[in-house]
Every structure is written in C-alpha cells, then in structure tokens.
C-alpha cells in the first residue's frame, strides 16, 4: 500500500468539513481567515514601531484583511507589501468566499421552501395526494363549489379553505399553472403545494393527512411494463394513513379514493378502517360511455352534471330542515330545483329512492336529492312565488327499449379501460354488441388484458384488427361509416395527455373526411385526456367525454358530501333509476306546453322531467336544456327529445 502525503491528508480533511454544510464552510474560511491574520502579524513584529507586542501585530492584520480601507494608513516598504498581501487574501477569503457560501447557502435554503419539504400545521384542510391531468380541474371544482364549500367548512368550524397537493416534486412551474387555470386564478394563494409521494409515510405527514377534513387520493397515470400501478399507490397511502393514526392514537380522516381496477375495492376497504368512499375511474367511464352508446346525445347530460362551469348539478341536502315535510311541499318551495329524489339511511348504507313518489315524508336523517344551477337554490325562497303541486305516484319501472343486440361497435385505440368497457357492455344481458378492436397494440398483448380482467374467460362478440387508425388507407379498408357507433379512445401509451388527445383528434378529424363521403354516419363518441383541449374541436359533430374532468368533479363533489357517490352510482349502472330519452308523442302533451306542464305530465307516469334535448343546436352548438324556468314555452318539434329520469 502506497503511503499518504501530508497534503493529501489535509486537502481531504479540508474537503470533508466543506461538504458538510455552509456552517462547517464557515468554521474553515474563519480559521483560514486567522491563519492569514496570524502570519501577517509575525511579519511585521520584527519592525517594532507601533506594534509593542505580537497581539496587536495580528489585529493589525486582521484589520487589513477585512477591510481594505486601512490600506492607506500604513508607513514603510515592508509594512505597505505585507498590508497589500493581506488585502489581496482579504479579498479572495473575506470577501470572495464568505459572500459565496452565504450566497448559496440562502439559495439553497430558499430552494428547500420552494420544494415544500417543511410539514404544514393546518388543521380541517383538504388534502389531494398527487398531480396529474386531474389535479387542475379538481382544485378548481373545489375552489368553485361555493355553497357546498361554505356548508363543509360550517360542519368542520373552519373559516376558511386550505388546499394541500402533494407533488413529487412541487415547483414554481406548477404554482404558474395554478394562477393561470380559469377556475383557480388568484386563489391559487389557498392551495399549499409540498413535495413527495403518496407511497412515502414521511409525505403523509408533511401534508398533515390526520389533521385534514378530507383527503383525496385520485389515481396517477399508468405507465405501461410497470408493476407499480396507481391502484398499488392508492392502497400503500391508505395503509400508511391507517398506520400514523395507530401510531399517534389520532382518529382516521375521511378519504375519497380513485381506484382504477373496481375489482380492488375489497382490499381498499380492508387497507383503510376509516370512512372511505371509493370511485372507480374506469368503471365510471365505462358505464357513461355505454350509456351514451345506448342513449346517443347522453353525453351532453353528463357533460353539465358531471363538470365544473355554467349549467345544472346535483345536490344533496340534510334531511334536518326538511323533516315532516313531503317532497311535494319541498318542490312547491323551490321553483328552480328539481327534486330527484331522496335517500333513505339504514344499516348496510343507504336505500336509494330516486325519482319517488310526491307524497313521501322526508325524515331526519334522509338526504333530499335535487338538481340546481347553483346551492343557494336549494334553499326554500319565501319572496319566490311557490309551484303548483305536481302528484307523482310510485315510479313505473320501463323496460328498455334499446339494446345492444346486433349493433355493430368500433373501438379506435387502446388504453386500460377497454377490460372495463367490456364488461360493463357484457354487464346489460344477453343481447351483446358486436365489437371490432382496432389498435396498433399487438393482438397477444390486447388478449392477455382481457384474459386477465375477466379471469381467465374474456367476454365473447368481438374481434381484434391490428391497424394504426391515423393511416387513412388503413382506416377505408376498416370501412367506418358500415358501423352504428365509433368510439375514438384516448392513449395510456404516450407521454402526456397533450399527445394523446393530439392523435385522437387528428384521429377524428381524418375520420371525418370518410365519414363525409358516405350515405350514412355513424354515432361517433370522442375521449379525452387533457381539459385544456375541450375548446379546440369546437362545432364538432362527435360525443365528447373528457375523462379527467369528469372524475375530477366526482371526487371532489364526493369529498364535499360523501352521500353523492351513491346517487351517482345509481344514475350510472345498469337497472334501477337512469336518465334517458323519450319521444314526446309517447306523453298527452298539449300543443303548446310550458316545462311545468311537462312536469305535470310526466308525473302522472312516475317519471322526473329534466329537460329537453333539441334536435337543432343553438348558437353555442348545444342541444340541451336542462331545468328551464318553469313557465317557458318549450315549443317541442318532432325531433325533439325529452330528458326524464325513470326506473327501469
């Protein structure tokens, strides 16, 4: 072994006292600094003169090195050489180094703020584990949800919201993008971003998850080949929750969780022991899209419930102010909400009675259900002038009168919803759609997802076509305009969302081209990933669902009052109560009909009238219309759709 050299062993002390931190880097410029000081002083002892003894020799030249100013002060050539050395060090050391290290060291310090690193000492919060393309949409909903918002804030005596997002890594990019979302703007100021991951318990604790009011846990994007999927994540928080509430014997928060596999809510539920509601992500989109096959123009009623911005939503009120009344009393006292129905409270959950009969008594701990523009509608108006009583009996369970039987269905694309989609087709009976599956994902890769969902025993009626739909020629040999729906899906694959809308709207406009040179046009049903890309297909001709904002609006809607994922998951799964068109021949409509009349009628057949779907757009490119004033004239055309809410 080769022996160390003296220098090396300093220059190596030296450096592991530098990387130590600005305090150390400090300690070692000081005790260079005295160093300098020291030598100068023996330096210039031997002149005597002013200096009586070594002590004032070194202050000498510690005055020299540390201020340059004394420079003009000194007598004689070896004292001015010496004072102009320790001028030059001071310099180099004083000035140079020490502005250095505390220059970086604040810098770095201020770093540290930015990342969000330091635990935020908040309580009733509402905490969001994680930024994706859904994190915008769902602050904003929160942020926007005034009535809902400022009733939440009543229950958990808290004056004002606190948002906490949790980032893997926060920066000042996505503080811009918080200042810059329509919904947000200068309230960005109430959201508190801090660095981490949902799977880490020491980020669980920097956003303060057992202090909070309401903990959102929305699911991340999946990355093809990894075995980390956002459903692993979702769990792992949730155990890590559960564990710092055993640990610290704090009560367990409220936690709204996104799931993407529905078939993993067992062990959600057996992750978490406190109070959970849990949305299926892609259960949710897949039971709206197969409502839209079946209803076509659906998705515009979902568009207006299910999103933030103009138009109606659905709300859930406290049966406490409503007790003793009917919900007939209840609807003659708000002339701008429609009344749904109302959920009854038992052991097991809840008892869902949409679309109930006028007379039902509300009691105190029911929930009324009702559709508004905005929460202060929900309230009862004394000024307003009250509605006729509208008599509706027990509802008439319809049988549906369109299926999927026989009807011819193309998927352009491939994501992980597809298994979901699938089944939720497979879960309406029998009569099962005929599915053709085009995508450039290699066929064996596509079975095996399937194979997979449906445990071993993929649904039956479909087939796979290996193709690349952004090729034309390959796209007219699929010949589109043979089938009745086309469903345009938007990539898992590609690095954004941004790219993925990009090629599912380059996508739909080349199908348009060929779609305009046939007889016939099929319906045509558009996902997409990114919100910010709603505007861009403006005049389209296609249904549009965009995923992330509608999930966003349920989980934040959900986390305000919990009681709405039941109502939702009523509204969109196969039986009991649904919204669904109806031709207006079907009702004795008079000729002339206000939308109270239309209630009227509609009562009388146990059904609830939401609207009126036009078969012209308006100027906006809208066909519906939701919740018009009561007295307005509908002026109903033949091609006109109603919008009522049945059981069936």
Known sequence: MLPFRVVDRVKFFVERQLVKGAGFQLVVVGAFIGLISLIGGLLVVPQGGEFDDPGSAVWWAFLRLTDPGYLGDDVGTWQRFVSTL????????????????????????????????????????????????????????????????????????????????????????????????????????????????????????????????????????????????????????????????????????????EIQDVRKLPVVERAYPGAVEVVAGNATIS??????????????????????GEGNEIYVRGGETFAGLTLEEIATQRPEVIILGLLRHEKAGWDICLAAASGTLVESDDRVVMMARDYSETEADPKAQTLSPIKRGEANCAVRGEGLEGRRILLLGWNHRVPSLMAEFASYGPGQPVLDIVSAVPTSMREHALSRYAAGQPPEGYSHIEADYMVEDELRRINPAS??????????????????????????????????????????????????????????????????????????????????????????????????????????????????????????????????????????????????????????????????????
């Open 483 to 648: 089938y009745d729906t086309i469903i345009l899906l938007s990539s898992d694959r590609l690095a954004s969302g941004e790219e993925a809308d990009a090629r599912t709207m380059v996508g739909y406009l080349q199908l348009e081209d060929i779609l305009a040179e046939a007889t016939s046009r099929p319906q045509l049903i558009m996902e997409l990933s990114d919100p910010d890309n709603r505007q861009l297909l403006y005049g389209h001709q296609s249904e549009m669902l965009i995923s992330p904002m509608i999930l966003s609006h349920i989980l934040a809607q959900v986390a305000l009052r919990r009681e709405l994922r039941a109502v939702l998951d009523e509204l969109f799964t196969v039986g009991g109560a649904e919204i669904r068109f109806r031709n207006p021949g079907d009702y004795p409509l008079p000729a002339s009909a206000d939308f109270h009349m239309l209630e009227k009628v509609l009562a009388a057949e146990g059904e609830v009238a939401l609207g009126v779907f036009r078969a012209t757009a308006d100027a906006r490119g809208r066909h519906l219309l939701m919740n018009p004033p009561r007295r307005q004239y509908l002026e109903l055309q033949p091609a006109d759709r109603l919008v009522v809410l049945g059981q069936s």
């Open 86 to 257: 320790l001028t030059i060090s001071g310099y180099v050391v004083f000035m140079g180094t020490l502005v250095a290290i505390l220059t970086r060291w604040l810098i770095a310090k201020m770093a540290d703020l930015e990342r969000g690193l330091t635990p935020v000492t908040l309580k009733n919060h509402v905490v969001v584990l994680g930024w994706s393309s859904q994190t915008l949409p769902l602050l904003s909903e929160l942020l926007g949800s005034s009535g809902r918002m400022r009733r939440f804030l009543e229950k958990h005596d808290t004056q004002r919201l606190n948002l906490v997002v949790l980032s893997e890594e926060a920066s000042a990019a996505q503080v811009h993008e918080l200042r810059m979302e329509p919904g947000i703007g200068r309230r960005a100021r109430q959201v508190i971003l801090r660095s981490g991951l949902a799977i880490q318990p020491d980020a669980l604790h920097r956003v303060a998850c057992l202090d909070a009011a309401a903990v959102i846990v929305p699911s991340t994007a999946y990355e093809a080949g990894s075995l980390i999927s956002s459903d692993v994540e979702t769990v792992k928080a949730l155990l890590s929750i559960a564990a710092q509430a055993r640990q610290h014997r704090a009560p367990l928060p409220y936690v709204v969780a």
């Open 287 to 308: 039971r709206l899209m197969v409502q839209t096959v079946l209803h076509p123009g659906l998705s515009e009623v979902y568009n207006e419930l299910l999103t933030a």
